[in-house]
């Protein structure tokens, strides 16, 4: 008998269940949205006591001067996203991006100081960025930098959990990975000091576009 | 991990007379006890009371109907290009990694905060074969240099100082002295940034495993759980099997309890959902995904609809944080990784109560662990039925259930109550004003009488009773 038909056997034993046997109906509930006048402010607002930092642009112009600003001069690797196509982030001088294969995207998110990519959704009721893993859309981006800049179109953002769970029912349908990005990486390992940037970003830029 | 039959007094008392250690415990659970109680508020979170009746709801269906959810999540995980791997006791999940490890010519394991692997012991058993498991949580790294296991179950060093930390650093890593907590967490980013970079296994718990979708939903704030499964070419979630739930729909209660009971964040910093290997058209994540399913004692609690419960737990730590008990002995001086009350009803559970039948005595059943779960698991009742079973078993000595015995025939007797109280009351010595009972050399120097008395007393009993104060008030209106 293998470890597997063990388990399935002690548990049907002990609940007495058969089998193949169906289950009942499952606790039902309803997914309470919350209702958010202004989702672009109350996202900027979360976003920011957490210690992230909201930017707005107006147009793709504004977006790409955001990115230049907050990069000053720094290396930065990018995600071959169509939103930083169409900003010219991709077009910016020294920004990495495209690469021949992922050991080399890999080489270059663990090398520059900035990764910039964007986010499918976020969460305004909790500042939160939602991530798939996607073509164009690597993990690593968002991750091994220690400076993390995501684009957001403000018809992406949601009012909260509820409502992405609403419209993305199984997230495993879409992607391997979808990720909450809550603020910078932080610890309070020693001594209950608060530290920021311990494996993750320690500094995360929105650039909330208002014309998308 | 020695059998014991009692606590360990020797370790308690050293731990109560640490004034620096109980400052520790103290300010870092009154903190986490605040942040909770400030994110759970009717302001912050109307409908909490209503999401810890949900969440017990689902975990109570999910466990009900274990079976099915497993063999659910089997073929959702598998139709994912991952791999289920079904796990008897702590033993079987070591021999699979090693077995993996060594099949896919692998060295360097880098391991995220895992409270299932804890129980595994792991990293010695993959020492000993010369590989290398690296923990990358904060905590988690310093407790494994330090060769130690987790204080607190979301707070693993809170019993550590700075000065703790750069002795273990400077004596592993061969750095320079440093007491600055932003600069040791530098060093260690630094580190085990190399690590993550060179793996080519990760290992990460689960904080849920979402049945219908195959997934696992890891939680953190650090994002060494998003390293060690996105950075290595192959990711193995250790769970236990009771993580389960049905569907990702469930997070939206169970994420907005965790995070709050555990630390008052609404939404840690990040929550992965990650589900099979990369796929085709995605530019990065591991190749090989596998989820290893941990029973380690699990099933036995399955037959006994209250004992059940405590596998709906889902390692918040609340009830660590509000327990008199663990905020003044700490987390080591539990018998094994799951501390505090939890850790007092799932130990005896999963190791057979004979192991460690002083445990469910070890609280006061002040209820306040069943007033903060998220989940409502009702763990003075487990506790008592503990206590029961230790009693039932013979653990105690005739003696002392003949005394309980005479006991509970008094309490249940108001009559023979107020007689054996009024001769108790004629004939208790009366030690001066001020004195407690404990004071006096007879007849508190008995054995019996003496090993009660030296934790708590009694004060003198009154000359007249309330029961014949409240007799003569009454006669006199």
């Known amino acids: 008998m293998s470890a597997r038909e063990n388990i399935l056997g002690r548990i049907r034993t002990a609940l007495g269940r058969m089998p193949g046997e169906g289950i009942a109906p499952r606790p039902n509930f309803e997914l309470q949205i919350p209702s958010v006048p202004d989702r672009t402010a109350l ?13 707005l642009a107006a147009d793709a112009s504004a977006a790409l001067e955001t990115v230049k600003a907050i990069r000053n001069g720094r290396t930065a690797v990018a995600a071959d996203h169509p939103l930083l196509a169409e900003t010219g982030i991709l077009n910016l001088e020294g920004v990495e991006h495209s690469f021949p294969d992922a ?24 500042g939160t960025m939602v991530m798939f893993a996607k073509p164009g859309e690597p993990r690593l981006v968002s991750l091994l930098p220690p400076i993390h800049v995501a684009l957001i179109p403000a018809s992406s953002i949601l009012a909260g959990l509820e409502d992405l769970l609403a419209r993305v029912a199984d997230p495993a349908a879409y992607s391997s990975s979808m990720v909450f ?6 610890t309070a390992d020693i001594e209950q000091i608060l530290i920021r940037g311990v494996h993750g970003p320690g500094e995360v830029h929105a650039v909330v576009l208002t014309y998308r | ?73 089997e073929t959702q995980v598998t139709a994912r290009g991952g791999k289920v791997v079904f796990c008897e006791d702590a033993n079987e999940v070591a021999d ?36 290398e498991a690296v923990e990358t949580d904060l905590g988690e790294y ?13 707070a693993p060093a809170l019993h550590m100082t700075r000065y703790d930390v750069a002795d273990v650093l400077t004596k592993n890593l061969g750095v320079e002295r440093e007491v600055e907590p932003e600069k040791q967490t530098k060093i260690a980013r630094a580190t085990l940034r190399e690590k993550f970079l060179e793996a080519g296994i990760g290992i990460t718990g689960a904080n849920f495993v979402v049945a219908g979708s195959g997934a696992v939903v890891v939680v953190e704030n650090e994002g060494n759980a998003r390293l060690s499964s996105s950075a290595p070419r192959i990711h193995v979630a250790v769970a236990g099997i009771e993580k389960l739930i049905p569907s990702a729909k469930d997070l939206a209660v169970f994420l907005k309890l965790l995070g709050r009971s555990a630390t008052g964040q609404p939404l840690t910093v990040y929550t992965s959902f990650l589900s099979g290997p990369r796929r085709e058209n995605e530019p990065d994540g591991p190749e090989e995904f596998y989820l290893v399913l941990l029973d380690g004692g699990r099933t036995k609690l399955l037959a006994d609809p209250a004992k059940r419960e405590s596998l709906f737990c889902i390692r918040c730590g609340a009830c660590l944080n509000h327990c008199p008990v663990y905020r003044k002995i700490g987390g080591h001086n539990y018998p094994w990784v799951y501390s505090g009350p ?78 054996f109280g009024a001769i108790a009351a004629h004939f208790a010595p009366r030690p001066k004003s001020g004195a407690w009972i404990r004071k006096l050399s007879w007849p508190t120097n008995l054995a019996p009488l003496a090993a009660w008395l030296s934790q708590r007393d009694l004060p003198p009993p009154a000359p007249l009773s309330f029961r014949s104060q409240w007799k003569s008030r009454k006669a006199a209106r």
């Open chain 2, 342 to 419: 939890i850790g007092a009803i799932i130990t005896p559970q999963f190791h057979g109560i004979a192991k460690d039948p002083w445990l469910p005595f070890a609280s006061s059943l002040c209820g306040a662990c069943a007033e903060v779960c998220p989940v409502k698991i009702d763990i003075p009742k487990v506790l008592l039925k503990l206590r029961a079973e230790v009693t039932h078993s013979g653990a105690k000595g005739p003696g002392e259930r003949r005394a309980f015995r005479l006991w509970a025939a008094v309490m249940a007797r108001p009559k023979l109550f107020s007689l």
């Open chain 1, 103 to 126: 050991a080399a995207r890999r080489q270059a998110c663990a090398r520059c100081d900035i990764g910039i990519s964007s986010a499918t959704y976020s969460l305004a009721d909790t």
């Open chain 2, 142 to 154: 310093l407790l494994q240099l330090a060769h130690q296991r987790p204080y607190h179950i979301v």
């Open chain 1, 181 to 186: 990005i809550t603020g910078p990486s932080r």
């Open chain 2, 1 to 73: 991990m020695n059998p014991s039959s009692g606590p360990p007094d020797a370790a308690i008392h050293e731990t109560l007379g640490d004034p620096r250690l109980q400052t520790a415990i103290y300010s870092a659970t009154q903190r986490l006890i605040d942040h909770r109680k400030n994110a759970v508020s009717t302001d912050a979170l109307p409908a909490y009371q209503d999401l810890r009746t949900l969440a017990n709801r689902i975990k109570r269906h999910t466990i009900e109907h274990l079976d099915y959810y497993l063999e659910l999540v």
């Open chain 1, 43 to 55: 996202f900027c607002e979360r976003f920011e006591a957490l210690a992230g930092k909201a930017h």
């Open chain 2, 96 to 131: 699979f990694v090693l077995n993996l490890a060594k099949e896919k010519g692998e060295r360097l394991i880098v391991k995220s905060k895992s409270m299932t692997t804890e129980e595994v012991h792991l990293n010695d058993r993959l020492e000993s074969h010369q590989l």
